[in-house]
């Protein structure tokens, strides 16, 4: 089975109309034979990613820190629940063998982890897309901010392909599909 990577926040007082668009990718991803592998929380657009994906008997995997686990934040249902010592290590294998990264809205945690990755793909390290919900413009400033590097030549024009934009996850899986290839000789543009 494909897997995906999900990036989604952990916050109980978000709008629910984030909790839906979370539920929708949820359909959209079982609907479409993919495995979901996500940071193992039981809360927020975490939790909901992972209930609606069991309620349809969907696959899904979760990758926690120890210390996580230790205050009770992994999801008691997700049957397949990665334990590992440290956040850098849950990074690396949130995204080891997956078929592209989806970002859904979120705090810090999701922003440090769609850095990395979007860094790495730069360097040629990751090559699979890189796909960013921007439900009702949450990350226009991101894109503002990114496009702003490439305008002030700390990126080049074509690391504007990092990443692809979808605003309703009903696009998704085309997403995945039609994203640009980047590949390991990208590392010879990497640098400005």
């Known amino acids: 089975m494909k897997e995906v990577c999900v990036y989604c926040a952990s916050s109980t007082s978000i709008d629910d109309k984030y909790i839906k668009v979370a539920e929708e990718l949820a359909e959209e991803l079982v609907k479409a034979d993919y495995g979901v592998v996500y940071g193992g929380g039981e809360v927020g657009l975490m939790g909901t990613l992972a209930n609606r994906i069991l309620e349809l008997k ?17 999801h008691k ?10 956040m850098s290590e849950r990074k690396s ?15 810090t945690g999701t922003l440090d982890e769609l850095a990395d990755v979007i860094s790495l793909k730069k360097l040629g390290l990751f090559t699979k897309p890189v796909i960013i919900v921007n439900s009702f413009g949450f990350y ?39 994203a640009p290839k980047w590949d390991k000789s990208a590392i010879n543009i990497a640098a400005v």
């Open 140 to 178: 226009d400033s991101l894109f503002t901010l990114f496009h702003k590097m490439i305008e002030e030549k700390f990126m080049r024009p074509e690391h504007g392909q990092l990443w692809t934009e979808v605003t309703d996850v009903r696009d998704i899986v085309k997403a995945i599909s039609t």
């Open 58 to 74: 969907g696959e899904i995997k979760g990758v926690i820190p120890n210390f996580m686990v230790d205050v009770e934040w992994a």
């Open 93 to 107: 294998r949130l995204i080891e063998g997956v078929s592209a990264v989806i970002a859904l809205p979120g705090s």
């Open 77 to 86: 249902g997700v049957e397949k629940m990665i334990k590992v010592d440290s």
